[in-house]
């Protein structure tokens, strides 16, 4: 009996039949991770851009338009129309404008105000209109869920109790004179 096995053993320690089927199984499930996280990262990149693009345009419009108060609502919609690829934008996105002082430097805070589909109430933002050659800090958060949240890069965002990722935009200007 060892004999037999020993001989079934060797013939099939020889036999290179289906070596490449092997490699193939190991290897795919590598293969669709990276092709995943590459098409996440390219539309979370997509989304970024065009949401950074949309701040821009507004703030432009805001510097140009001296001695206009511009509402939180007003300036939202303006850059969602402006950021495409954002679902669901206008309830997705939080605008946080802030008046920072050149003399006495506090810094920007930290904390970035977002939406949460999970909360019902939603916080509320810091929203100020700047005076006169101040130097104003608008911040943009958008919440937007991930397409593979399982697989890959979309598991490893930092996601809230909803599940969507957060993707924060900012810019700085002075408030031009009137």
């Not at 290179?16 to 991770?33: K, N």
């Not at 019902?120 to 958060?141: H, I, K, W, Y």
Request: net charge negative.
């Amino acid at each position: 009996m060892s004999m037999r096995k020993k001989s079934f053993f060797s013939r099939f320690k020889r036999d290179e039949e289906g070596h490449a089927t092997i490699e193939f199984a190991i290897m795919v499930p590598f293969l669709f991770i990276i092709m995943l996280s590459a098409i996440e990262l390219g539309i979370l990149t997509m989304r970024y851009a065009f949401l950074e693009r949309g701040l821009d345009l507004v703030v432009r419009d805001i510097r140009l338009s001296t001695g206009t108060d511009f509402a939180h609502d007003t300036i939202r919609d303006e850059v969602c129309e402006h950021a495409a690829m954002i679902p669901d934008c206008s309830n997705n996105l939080k605008l946080e404008m802030i008046t920072l002082s050149l003399r006495e430097w506090t810094g920007v805070p930290s904390e970035t105000v977002c939406t949460n589909r999970s909360e019902d109430v939603q916080p509320v933002t810091t929203f100020a209109s700047g005076a006169e050659n101040e130097l104003m800090v608008l911040r943009v958060c958008a919440k937007v869920e991930p397409l593979f949240p399982t697989t890959g890069l979309g598991a490893t965002f930092d996601v809230d109790s909803a599940g969507d990722y957060s993707l924060i935009a900012s810019t700085a200007f002075v408030q031009e004179p009137r």
